[in-house]
């Protein structure tokens, strides 16, 4: 059952913390599980495996007081992020300790403030999935696609390449009875689904040891010619990758994205009568 943290936490002191911080948080979030469960700890460590989990870079609430390529923290600073669990274990490891739940990024610690949570179990992905022809999917933070027959990031959102991404995630965590077969999705999405609007940049932002990495930001417009066949399952995926980020280092802050929906005609016509 996926799980989504959003979650505030308060500064217990003063210092800087990097504007991109997602390899912080994962550190922090990885620290914690090693002193409330290091079995678990050790599982997520496992080199060369799909990771069930999704963490987004901190970010002040308010203004921030920004130095250069860092945030300038005072104790009491509230900044917030969200972590994503592919399965409950995980979150609900959290929730269990949530007493125990004290990070630190970078040289500040931080203890948490409030925390708000969503479940949804596989299955309801599926049963409670809307067929849309259009949305938008904005990537909140830098993305970029891993292309097996590229020796180079793609920094564009081409949906032939993030839709069978996401659904290996999906494969790997979702129980085997609601599993989508990934070639024919490949093959469905790459005849019916395009980008028809974007607005997006480039951007370059340093993780872990002043490694840069470069990522596309802003949103796309996707279009469905069909609304049959996999349609439902574009639904599926965009709501999932929500939970576990999409593309590349997503375990690093990267590939935080957000759907949004068309609004329905009714709303609108209410919108031109106000």
Known sequence: MPISLHVKVAALGSGGIKRFSGHLVRGGLL?????????????????????????????????????????????????????????DEIGEKVLEHLSDFKIKL???????????????????????????DRFRMVFKTPTQLSVRSMNYPLLFPDPRYIYPSIARLWNTFAP??????????????SGNVYVRNYRLNTVDVTMGK?????????????????????????????????????????????????IKLPKRKEEQVDGRSS
Do not use: C
Request: proline residues 5%.
């Open 176 to 189: 085997e009875y609601v599993r989508v077969d990934v070639d024919e999705l490949h093959g469905w999405v």
């Open 31 to 87: 620290d914690f599980f090693n002193r409330v469960d290091p079995e678990l700890a050790s599982e997520l460590h496992t080199p060369n495996q799909p990771r069930p989990y999704s963490v987004s870079p901190a970010l002040p609430v308010g203004k921030g007081r920004i130095y250069g390529d860092l945030f300038h923290v005072r104790k009491g600073d509230v900044f917030e992020f969200h972590l994503g669990f592919l399965i």
């Open 210 to 258: 002043e490694r840069k990495v470069v990522g596309f930001t802003g949103y796309a417009d996707f279009y469905e010619e069909r609304t049959d066949g996999y349609a439902p399952w574009i639904t599926i995926l965009s709501e999932y990758a929500t939970f576990s980020n999409v593309g590349a280092k997503r375990t690093g802050g990267m590939g935080v994205v957000e």
């Open 106 to 132: 970078g040289e500040v610690g931080f203890t948490p403030v409030e925390l708000k949570f969503k479940r949804k179990e596989y299955e309801e992905f599926i049963k409670s999935a809307e067929i849309h």
